[in-house]
Every structure is written in structure tokens, then in C-alpha cells.
């Protein structure tokens, strides 16, 4: 793997994907995903050639965190591929390395650099988690839940999952919409499902006394109560409040992380490679917690079944002990970009085994989704498709 590589030409292509069903979420309702997809194509010296793909996670809209799609692309285009095509000759772990001196943008960065590890695993014959080292074969499947406007709706939509065989159960809540329905829920599923919710960021410090009240329903994790910058009100949250405090949009890097978990805020960790700037930097959290003894789980941002992919072999890590929120892509997608949409079979997601991240394209769904190709080569002219 100490091959090195140059690009020879970059692909942007962006699909829309609709949502089998409105995601709602304390910062608003998604109905169809705008996704940008980065291909690569690389060279070496010997002459070997070499292609892969990443996914960059930003949404359209910069609700969940400060980027978005359009800016995504705009950053990769503008800044990000011209400091990589300057840098030479690089492999996967060299991308993040040469493009810190650029400030944020950790999802296109991601992006970037997941499609170099792709290609460069695919050249080695390797697949991603024997890369990382993975021993399971098999990971435990939670499914992520959203708002819902009525009880009913949610208890259906609740006891459909359940059906469809997932092991844990996480609720978006906000306030207004939180107590009552954890009850639901949780009479619904009985005291022995996992169960979990997400906040995205909707309470305040002053919410401590209210989101005490969740403590009675036995529940895995509190994710994201409060602002994102505000590390030393979760830390106060987690000695108030007895369910252990998790972080999601707070955990950008693993330095952040460690000073998260040294201040006593960060009880559990959401681990999510776009929001960590790649899949190389989740690997040092893993690690770090792992050393700290605190649990993590693999989060999710609707990905199509590229990301879900690399996401099922990073959670395939040891230190992986929670469900992550690696769903079947019919919990979002009627058709899926990849030939083999990840599956859930007895509440888990098989580790993909081939070469890369474990994904092929389906050339015929991603050609009818895509909304707009441009191609950039490695002297940096954009061209569009
Ligand atoms: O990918 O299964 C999934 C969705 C998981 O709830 C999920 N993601 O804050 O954890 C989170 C959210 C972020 C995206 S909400 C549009
Ligand atoms: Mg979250």
C-alpha cells in the first residue's frame, strides 16, 4: 500500500435521490437527497491504472452543519483538487495531509479522499475492512426514526422496523416532541430493545431538569442535546442526567474528541467520517476511544450504498460496540446506486469482502439519477459531461 499516484482526471457527478419517505428532523424535513459523487481515476509510475469512488455526505442545505452540497462541490473544484493535483504523486493517507492547510470543509475533503481509497484498494485487490484490520463479518443494524406529526403514525412506523428486523431503534426528538412518544415508543418495543434518540443540537443548558425525565426509559444514549460548540454544557447535561450523553455534530476531529471526553462530555461517540473531515481520521477516533474505554457507533447521513458500504466496514472495527445507523437502502431509497444495496438479514448488515470500499455501480440507476457530470484533469481544466 506505499504505492503512490497520480490523478489523471476527476469526475463530479450529482444525483437526486428521492426519499421513500419524508426525514424529519429538529432541523428540518428532508424529501430527496442532492448527493454529490466523486470519482477518481489514477496512474502510477509503472504505468498501473486505477478508479474509484467516494460520497460526499453534505447536505443541501447547511442545516446539519455549515456545509452543503453546492459549496461542497464549489470548495473541491476551486481549492481542494488544485492543492491535491499540486502535491504530486499521493496515496490514500496523504489527501488529508496535504489539504490541512485548508480550513473546514471536512465533508468534501471526505469525499476526496474515500474516492482515492477505493481506487487504491481496489489496485491492491484489498478489501476496506481488511485494510482497517475489521474481524467481524457481520455488524448489528439500528434504524434512525423521525418526527412525526401523530403518536400512531410513529408507533407504525415503529413497529414496521421492527418487523423488518432491526436490533435498535433511535427517535428524533425535539422539544415538544420527546417524552411522550419515548414512552410510546418504548412500551411499544418493550424494556429489551436497544433504544436511543437524537437531538440535533434542539435543546439548551437550562433543558437539564426535562431531559432528565427520558432517564426512566432505559435508554442507550442521549445524541446531540445541545449546540455543537457547547462541549461544557454537556458535560453539566451528563452529571445531570443518568442516560449517558453522546455526541454527534460536536466531534470533528479526533483532538476535539479527546478534549470532549477529558471534559466529561462525551459519554459515547457518534463516529461519522464526512463530519471528521475522512474515514482515515474516524479510524484515530476509534482508536482514541477505544483507548479511553468509551463506547462508539457508526452514525449515518442517508448515504447511498456507497457510503453505506465503507460504513459497514468501518464499523466492523472492535471498537464499534453500539448498533450504528447502517440501515437496508430501502429504509431510504427505492433504488439504489450500487448492484448489491446493503441488506438486513436477522438484524445485521453483512461486511462487504471485494476489493475497495465493497460497492459496484449500477450504471444504469446512476446514469437515469444524475442531475449534472463535470470532469476535471490533472492540469486542472473543468470541462462539463
Ligand atoms: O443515515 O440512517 C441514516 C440517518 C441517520 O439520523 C441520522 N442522521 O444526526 O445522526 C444524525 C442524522 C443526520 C442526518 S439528518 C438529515
Ligand atoms: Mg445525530
Excluded at 432491526?166 to 430493545?193: F, H, M
Amino acid at each position: 500500500m506505499t504505492n503512490r499516484w497520480s490523478i489523471e482526471r476527476v469526475e463530479l457527478r450529482r444525483i437526486a435521490m428521492p426519499l421513500v419517505s419524508p426525514f424529519r428532523t429538529s432541523f428540518g424535513v428532508e424529501t430527496e437527497r442532492d448527493i454529490l459523487l466523486v470519482g477518481v481515476e489514477l496512474t502510477e509510475p509503472a504505468g498501473s491504472r486505477t478508479s474509484g469512488w467516494g460520497e460526499c455526505v453534505a447536505l443541501g442545505a447547511p442545516s446539519y452543519s455549515a456545509e452543503y452540497v453546492d459549496g461542497a462541490q464549489h470548495v473541491i473544484v476551486h481549492h481542494l483538487l488544485p492543492q491535491l493535483l499540486a502535491a504530486g504523486p499521493i496515496e490514500a493517507a496523504d489527501v488529508g495531509v496535504v489539504l490541512a492547510r485548508l480550513h473546514g470543509h471536512p465533508m468534501a475533503k471526505a469525499a476526496l479522499e474515500m474516492a482515492v481509497l477505493d481506487a487504491q484498494l481496489r489496485a491492491a485487490g484489498q478489501s476496506f475492512a481488511s485494510f482497517l484490520g475489521a474481524e467481524r463479518t457481520r455488524i448489528p443494524s439500528g434504524v434512525s426514526v423521525g418526527i412525526h406529526d401523530s403518536t400512531d403514525d410513529l408507533l407504525a412506523t415503529v413497529q414496521g422496523y421492527v418487523d423488518d428486523g432491526y436490533v435498535r431503534i433511535k427517535l428524533k426528538i425535539e422539544p415538544g416532541s420527546d417524552i411522550e412518544q419515548v414512552a410510546a415508543v418504548r412500551e411499544l418495543i418493550g424494556p429489551a430493545t436497544p433504544f436511543q434518540v437524537d437531538a440535533n443540537t434542539a435543546y439548551r443548558r437550562t433543558d437539564g431538569a426535562h431531559l432528565a425525565r427520558l432517564d426512566e426509559f432505559d435508554m442507550l444514549l442521549i445524541e446531540q442535546p445541545l449546540p455543537e460548540d457547547d462541549i461544557i454544557g454537556h458535560a453539566r447535561l451528563a452529571d445531570e442526567v443518568e442516560t449517558p450523553i453522546c455526541l454527534d455534530e460536536s466531534l470533528v476531529s479526533a483532538a476535539g474528541t479527546a478534549d470532549a471526553i477529558e471534559l466529561g462530555a462525551c459519554e459515547i461517540a457518534n463516529i461519522k467520517p464526512g463530519r471528521v473531515g475522512g474515514y482515515l481520521e474516524a479510524v484515530r477516533i476509534h482508536d482514541l476511544c477505544m483507548s479511553k474505554r468509551v463506547p462508539v457507533w457508526c452514525g449515518g447521513m442517508l448515504e447511498t450504498g456507497i457510503g453505506r458500504a465503507a460504513n459497514a466496514g468501518l464499523a466492523a472495527l472492535p471498537g464499534f460496540t453500539l448498533p450504528g445507523d447502517i440501515s437496508a437502502s430501502t429504509r431510504f431509497y427505492a433504488r439504489d446506486v450500487v448492484t448489491e444495496p446493503i441488506t438486513v438479514t436477522d438484524g445485521h448488515v453483512t461486511v462487504p469482502t471485494s476489493p475497495g470500499l465493497g460497492f459496484e455501480l449500477d450504471l444504469d440507476v446512476l446514469d437515469a439519477v444524475t442531475t449534472s457530470r463535470i470532469r476535471i484533469d490533472g492540469s486542472g481544466t473543468v470541462t462539463g459531461l
